[in-house]
């Protein structure tokens, strides 16, 4: 299915108008490029959150996070450093490719010395307090496409830039329950694949938040935002995700990705 | 050389050996976490604090091994749970806090270095180690023993009481295989009488004399018994996290013998060998968590009269299982409730029923992007209708600084396990703080 989308997103790539036409694109087709896009088989960085209530004051969790392939299993182990009261709290996810099977979560809390095993069904639930839910960290910001349908709404040229809006509908009711979202309309840059600003609507369709994606430079020869910022439209809360220390070259040890190793978590 | 000094001087070789090439490349890690509280009783309006400062310091000794100590410095300004300065005979002489005053104590929490050799990844020092699944209820988490000082209020992290001990973690297949070896023998830590928290219900306590004489105590019979060991073996099996293990040990608690003769009753404490084998599952299914542990015990030790031998109790075997629901239905919260049962088998205890049944219940929530946090949980025995419930609630200035607001609360029979400490229920508000 990959192959497929990047044979059709080079197939739009060699035969693109000249400059000045328009190219005719489906939501559907851009939403595929941006989740084709590639994003490393494995990378590992720090990821620092900043937490900030609308009176300004602002909590910090330094993270590290460690996140693999396996065929159609994708591993992600986040750890806390800091601060001291949260530190060593571990989340390790195996997320299934297959949409039809549940994913496998763990959560490990330094207070209790063991591993948990926790739902993932409730994936509009908001992840350690941020302003992202777990889908959202499971899709890093790309948008589901086996939960919507999606059109083009607009057209926008900034500098050099061919963007487009497109918009994204849950499929069913349930969908939009489960993720807490009725509405989301999303701009793409075109010559990055990656979206540069999403806007949410809750199921009544009052907005609800904003993430925009910043800071994006090719780090080992993948596109990648170092900076992504969640404004909670209802609560004034923000989160900014910062990366660094991004490395999507070295190799990551494969026993960091077991229920036992969480215990030990990441430096 | 004394078998302390022997198990020091290993300690620190093992560290010289990793240290000295590594100095160059050595990082370090520091915190303090601390906690301090004033409580005030419900039924005599007695007020007084305790507080808990725990420093921490994790060193990168070299590329894959560490030094991880934890100390902590506990006062009890009304030095209500431990009077006086306890005689800490249940612990090893290598495993003894350094009481300062009748307030104060200093304890070497843990002291470990950790690393791989090979496959395998090695854990040596003074550690906690935690097996099973169940919250608040131990049926397979019986590696480490607890103090009891404050009966059940602590969290476990904080009750349990780290051993020396050598712990050994590799890949089998699929699996993980885990070996424990604890040469510490340290037992659960009981308050002494007077303690704020001195266990009174007649199931912790020996057999009374049938002759009504006054009981001497005698010496502890194996109180240095053999090591403890055992092995488990854990993994992801068709999308259940399932584990099975083997536990030979010495039981954390004393059984009592009452000797009687004619014009005199003496009471022998016997610490009990026992092998306890056990498994554990969970798994997830939509909004709901399954989690269930079952362990039986071969040779459990049960307090017991006996006329010809002071230095026997009786032996049975037990059953023990706990199943618990986690339910996640609604954002931010979680519903848990569990049931436990203990059975003894082809016994009848001389001071304790043959079955006991708990059911636990807690609801945890988070609020404002969990700057605020509720818990409440209650524990009942259901033969006694005595019940022990705790509320928490924390709101989190910054990053290292949080309000907390605590109350727990006992109800029921004063021989009960939960109703024997109803003049202790207490309302307490604090400080947690971190550095």
Same mark, same amino acid.
């Given at each position: 299915?990959?192959?497929?989308?990047?044979?059709?997103?080079?197939?739009?790539?060699?035969?693109?108008?000249?400059?000045?036409?328009?190219?005719?694109?489906?939501?559907?087709?851009?939403?595929?490029?941006?989740?084709?896009?590639?994003?490393?088989?494995?990378?590992?960085?720090?990821?620092?959150?900043?937490?900030?209530?609308?009176?300004?004051?602002?909590?910090?969790?330094?993270?590290?996070?460690?996140?693999?392939?396996?065929?159609?299993?994708?591993?992600?182990?986040?750890?806390?450093?800091?601060?001291?009261?949260?530190?060593?709290?571990?989340?390790?996810?195996?997320?299934?490719?297959?949409?039809?099977?549940?994913?496998?979560?763990?959560?490990?809390?330094?207070?209790?010395?063991?591993?948990?095993?926790?739902?993932?069904?409730?994936?509009?639930?908001?992840?350690?307090?941020?302003?992202?839910?777990?889908?959202?960290?499971?899709?890093?910001?790309?948008?589901?496409?086996?939960?919507?349908?999606?059109?083009?709404?607009?057209?926008?040229?900034?500098?050099?830039?061919?963007?487009?809006?497109?918009?994204?509908?849950?499929?069913?009711?349930?969908?939009?329950?489960?993720?807490?979202?009725?509405?989301?309309?999303?701009?793409?840059?075109?010559?990055?694949?990656?979206?540069?600003?999403?806007?949410?609507?809750?199921?009544?369709?009052?907005?609800?938040?904003?993430?925009?994606?910043?800071?994006?430079?090719?780090?080992?020869?993948?596109?990648?935002?170092?900076?992504?910022?969640?404004?909670?439209?209802?609560?004034?809360?923000?989160?900014?995700?910062?990366?660094?220390?991004?490395?999507?070259?070295?190799?990551?040890?494969?026993?960091?990705?077991?229920?036992?190793?969480?215990?030990?978590?990441?430096? | 050389?004394?078998?302390?000094?022997?198990?020091?001087?290993?300690?620190?070789?093992?560290?010289?050996?990793?240290?000295?090439?590594?100095?160059?490349?050595?990082?370090?890690?520091?915190?303090?976490?601390?906690?301090?509280?004033?409580?005030?009783?419900?039924?005599?309006?007695?007020?007084?604090?305790?507080?808990?400062?725990?420093?921490?310091?994790?060193?990168?000794?070299?590329?894959?091994?560490?030094?991880?100590?934890?100390?902590?410095?506990?006062?009890?300004?009304?030095?209500?749970?431990?009077?006086?300065?306890?005689?800490?005979?249940?612990?090893?002489?290598?495993?003894?806090?350094?009481?300062?005053?009748?307030?104060?104590?200093?304890?070497?929490?843990?002291?470990?270095?950790?690393?791989?050799?090979?496959?395998?990844?090695?854990?040596?020092?003074?550690?906690?180690?935690?097996?099973?699944?169940?919250?608040?209820?131990?049926?397979?988490?019986?590696?480490?023993?607890?103090?009891?000082?404050?009966?059940?209020?602590?969290?476990?992290?904080?009750?349990?009481?780290?051993?020396?001990?050598?712990?050994?973690?590799?890949?089998?297949?699929?699996?993980?295989?885990?070996?424990?070896?604890?040469?510490?023998?340290?037992?659960?830590?009981?308050?002494?009488?007077?303690?704020?928290?001195?266990?009174?219900?007649?199931?912790?306590?020996?057999?009374?004399?049938?002759?009504?004489?006054?009981?001497?105590?005698?010496?502890?019979?194996?109180?240095?018994?053999?090591?403890?060991?055992?092995?488990?073996?854990?993994?992801?099996?068709?999308?259940?996290?399932?584990?099975?293990?083997?536990?030979?040990?010495?039981?954390?608690?004393?059984?009592?013998?009452?000797?009687?003769?004619?014009?005199?009753?003496?009471?022998?404490?016997?610490?009990?060998?026992?092998?306890? =084998?056990? %498994?554990?599952?969970?798994? &997830?299914?939509? #909004?709901?968590?399954?989690? $269930? /542990?079952? !362990? +039986?015990?071969?040779?459990?030790?049960?307090?017991?009269?006996?006329?010809?031998?002071?230095?026997?109790?009786?032996?049975?075997?037990?059953?023990?299982?706990?199943?618990?629901?986690?339910?996640?239905?609604?954002?931010?919260?979680?519903?848990?409730?569990?049931?436990?049962?203990?059975?003894?088998?082809?016994?009848?205890?001389?001071?304790?029923?043959?079955?006991?049944?708990?059911?636990?219940?807690?609801?945890?929530?988070?609020?404002?992007?969990?700057?605020?946090?509720?818990? =409440?949980? %209650?524990?009942?025995?259901? &033969?006694?209708? #005595?019940?022990?419930?705790? $509320? /928490?609630? !924390? +709101?989190?200035?910054?990053?290292?600084?949080?309000?907390?607001?605590?109350?727990?609360?006992?109800?029921?029979?004063?021989?009960?396990?939960?109703?024997?400490?109803?003049?202790?229920?207490?309302?307490?508000?604090?400080?947690?703080?971190?550095?």
């Amino acid at each position: 299915m990959r192959i497929l989308i990047v044979l059709l997103t080079l197939s739009v790539q060699l035969f693109s108008p000249a400059k000045g036409e328009t190219i005719t694109l489906s939501g559907r087709v851009i939403a595929e490029n941006v989740y084709a896009r590639d994003d490393g088989e494995h990378v590992d960085q720090t990821l620092i959150m900043e937490l900030t209530d609308k009176s300004g004051k602002t909590r910090r969790r330094d993270t590290r996070l460690v996140r693999k392939e396996y065929g159609d299993v994708h591993k992600t182990l986040i750890t806390i450093r800091s601060p001291s009261a949260l530190k060593g709290t571990s989340f390790l996810t195996f997320d299934y490719q297959n949409a039809t099977r549940d994913d496998d979560q763990w959560l490990y809390l330094p207070a209790m010395r063991r591993e948990r095993r926790i739902s993932a069904s409730d994936r509009g639930a908001y992840f350690l307090g941020t302003d992202f839910t777990y889908e959202d960290m499971k899709e890093r910001t790309r948008l589901s496409l086996h939960d919507f349908e999606f059109a083009l709404i607009d057209r926008a040229v900034e500098g050099a830039s061919d963007l487009r809006w497109i918009e994204a509908l849950p499929k069913s009711e349930s969908t939009a329950h489960e993720l807490g979202y009725g509405k989301i309309e999303a701009l793409v840059d075109t010559s990055t694949w990656m979206y540069q600003r999403l806007v949410y609507w809750d199921v009544a369709l009052n907005p609800l938040k904003e993430i925009t994606l910043s800071d994006i430079a090719k780090i080992d020869g993948i596109v990648t935002a170092q900076t992504i910022r969640c404004e909670n439209l209802k609560t004034g809360h923000t989160t900014t995700f910062q990366f660094t220390d991004i490395d999507y070259a070295s190799p990551i040890d494969d026993r960091l990705f077991t229920v036992a190793a969480m215990r030990r978590g990441l430096r | 050389m004394s078998q302390r000094h022997a198990a020091i001087l290993a300690f620190l070789s093992a560290l010289i050996v990793l240290v000295e090439p590594a100095q160059a490349q050595m990082e370090a890690a520091f915190d303090v976490d601390g906690k301090s509280r004033l409580h005030a009783t419900v039924t005599d309006g007695d007020f007084y604090y305790d507080i808990s400062v725990e420093p921490s310091a994790t060193i990168q000794l070299l590329s894959d091994w560490s030094l991880t100590v934890i100390a902590r410095a506990f006062a009890d300004g009304g030095d209500r749970l431990e009077p006086g300065r306890p005689r800490q005979n249940s612990r090893s002489s290598f495993n003894r806090r350094l009481l300062v005053g009748d307030q104060l104590e200093l304890d070497l929490r843990e002291a470990y270095l950790a690393g791989y050799v090979g496959p395998a990844f090695l854990t040596i020092g003074k550690q906690q180690i935690v097996w099973g699944k169940a919250d608040r209820i131990r049926v397979l988490d019986i590696v480490n023993p607890h103090s009891f000082r404050e009966f059940f209020l602590p969290s476990f992290e904080q009750s349990r009481i780290p051993l020396w001990s050598v712990r050994a973690e590799a890949p089998v297949g699929p699996l993980q295989a885990e070996t424990v070896f604890i040469p510490d023998r340290t037992y659960a830590e009981f308050p002494e009488a007077g303690g704020a928290f001195a266990l009174t219900a007649a199931q912790f306590n020996p057999p009374e004399p049938l002759t009504g004489q006054p009981p001497t105590l005698a010496p502890a019979v194996n109180r240095r018994g053999g090591f403890d060991y055992g092995l488990r073996l854990s993994g992801l099996v068709a999308g259940w996290d399932v584990a099975a293990l083997y536990f030979r040990h010495t039981e954390d608690a004393p059984q009592f013998n009452t000797f009687e003769t004619e014009g005199q009753a003496i009471i022998t404490p016997v610490f009990n060998r026992a092998h306890l =084998v056990g %498994a554990s599952f969970s798994n &997830a299914f939509g #909004d709901i968590t399954l989690r $269930a /542990e079952l !362990g +039986y015990t071969f040779d459990r030790g049960l307090s017991s009269r006996n006329a010809t031998n002071p230095s026997l109790i009786d032996q049975a075997d037990s059953i023990a299982y706990v199943v618990g629901v986690d339910w996640y239905g609604i954002d931010d919260t979680l519903v848990t409730v569990q049931f436990f049962q203990d059975r003894i088998l082809d016994a009848a205890p001389s001071n304790r029923r043959k079955v006991d049944n708990f059911v636990t219940a807690a609801l945890n929530r988070s609020f404002e992007n969990d700057t605020i946090r509720l818990g =409440v949980r %209650a524990l009942t025995n259901l &033969a006694d209708d #005595d019940v022990m419930v705790q $509320a /928490e609630g !924390g +709101y989190e200035l910054a990053d290292n600084l949080a309000i907390i607001v605590e109350t727990a609360v006992f109800f029921g029979d004063r021989n009960g396990v939960f109703g024997q400490f109803k003049q202790e229920s207490r309302i307490s508000i604090g400080l947690r703080f971190g550095l």
